[in-house]
């Protein structure tokens, strides 16, 4: 976990509690997962920056950040997703991870997020789609009051 630790510390100035945890992610295929009751990232065990993008880390670190509840919404869709996968796609962006929208359905670049826009049909693809757009722009969201 050493290099999850230096990558918060160096690039985004927090230290949220990391948890490297087997049971959270039974079933499920995020690698990484916030949890706002103990405020603490979990992590699988699994989990390996260099093969699965550090953006997971961004997403987790912006739910740390604004441990707030959401708007309700369902998920992707509510406020606090926005602002965590438009910081993720933003940090894609900035490091050239991603260069465009497609990229991030490649299973080969992005083994668990690329799974995002296959669920349900493809369902979230229209509402990922929506943050890339912000990650580009200048409206991204980037603290609570301008997702209240
Ligand atoms: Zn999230």
């Keep these: 976990m050493n ?8 690039k985004l100035q927090i230290r949220p509690k990391i948890v490297v945890d087997t049971k959270s992610f039974e079933g499920k295929t995020d690698p990484t ?13 699994t989990y390996n920056m260099k093969t699965d ?3 997971w880390m961004v ?5 740390a950040k604004l441990n707030i509840k959401d708007d309700n919404k369902p998920y992707p869709e509510n ?3 926005r ?3 438009t910081a993720q796609f933003k940090f894609l962006k900035a490091t050239n991870k991603a260069v465009v929208f497609n990229d991030l359905k490649d299973s080969k670049k992005f083994p668990t997020l690329s799974l995002k826009f296959t669920k349900y049909g493809g369902e979230w693809e229209p509402v990922l789609k929506k943050y890339w757009e912000m990650a580009n722009g200048k409206d ?8 209240a």
């Design 3 to 10: 290099s999850i630790d230096s990558f918060l510390n160096e």
């Design 33 to 45: 997962q916030y949890s706002a009751e103990t405020h603490t990232i979990l992590v699988k065990p």
């Design 53 to 55: 993008p550090e953006g």
């Design 59 to 63: 997403h987790e670190s912006e739910h």
């Design 79 to 81: 406020s606090v997703e």
């Design 83 to 85: 602002v965590a996968y």
């Design 140 to 147: 991204a969201p980037t603290n609570t009051k301008e997702v």
